[in-house]
């Protein structure tokens, strides 16, 4: 049982490429969500999965896209990288109380 | 809009001694409060929660308060040790089928040896 993984946990990107990071849990959690965090600040919902093939935005949405195409998975996608879009990203899932997180994606745009 | 957001950024104790992490929360609906421990590199790690229908719920070492009249929770940790160093973040859930959670700024606790 490992919770909740997320793939890759560095990344480095020049302004303009594209990315995808992936978070896979195996709690059979039906809520998903991806956070983003700064430094010294706390984590701020880009956007949120409430079941398979649905997906909702957060308070911070723009820039970024998601797809869950399977209830295990949230993919979050940078279309077109951005310097403001260097942060600490966490996904996380629940089963309607409490959230459970991975362990986060360092992301650097250039 | 609303948000969850913190009194004191740096709380520095001495090892042995009792800490308090104090939260305000703004949103009247929200119903449900989380407080989660984050340590550098990791992301972060529920502690303990609370319901809105409770003023007070205890685990092991920790308390946390909820005085829904003036809007604050708060964090008790008993016999703080080192391995406590670590920010702290209040989290809120407000009233919805989502149980997104709203987070505040977070505090950073020091233990001093």
């Known amino acids: 049982n490992a919770g909740v993984t997320q793939t890759p946990k560095f990344r480095v990107l020049k302004t303009g490429q594209s990315m995808t990071l992936l978070c896979a849990q195996d709690?059979?959690?039906?809520?998903m969500y991806w956070y983003r965090q700064d430094p010294g600040m706390g984590l701020r919902l880009i956007h949120y999965?409430?079941?398979?093939?649905?997906?909702a935005k957060g308070e911070v949405p723009d820039g970024y896209n998601v797809s869950r195409l399977k209830k295990q998975n949230f993919l979050l996608g940078l279309e077109s990288a951005a310097p403001s879009q260097t942060s600490v990203y966490f996904c996380?899932?629940?089963?309607?109380?409490?959230?459970?997180f991975g362990s986060g994606t360092q992301l650097s745009v250039l | 809009g609303e948000s969850v957001g913190l009194h004191l950024p740096t709380l520095s104790v001495q090892e042995g001694d009792n800490s308090i992490i104090n939260c305000a929360y703004s949103?009247?609906?929200?119903?449900?409060f989380i407080w989660y421990k984050q340590e550098s590199g990791k992301g972060p790690q529920f502690i303990i929660d609370i319901r809105s229908n409770m003023d007070k719920r205890q685990g092991q070492r920790v308390t946390v308060l909820l005085n829904k009249t003036v809007k604050h929770l708060s964090l008790q940790i008993a016999a703080t040790q080192p391995g406590d160093s670590a920010v702290y973040f209040c989290?809120?859930?407000?009233?919805?089928?989502?149980?997104?959670?709203?987070f505040g700024s977070g505090t950073r606790l020091l233990v001093r040896p």
């Open positions: 999965s409430v079941g398979e093939g649905t997906t």
């Open positions: 709690m059979n959690h039906e809520y």
């Open positions: 996380a899932s629940s089963h309607g109380g409490g959230l459970f």
């Open positions: 949103n009247s609906a929200s119903d449900y």
């Open positions: 989290a809120e859930n407000y009233v919805d089928s989502s149980y997104k959670l709203i």
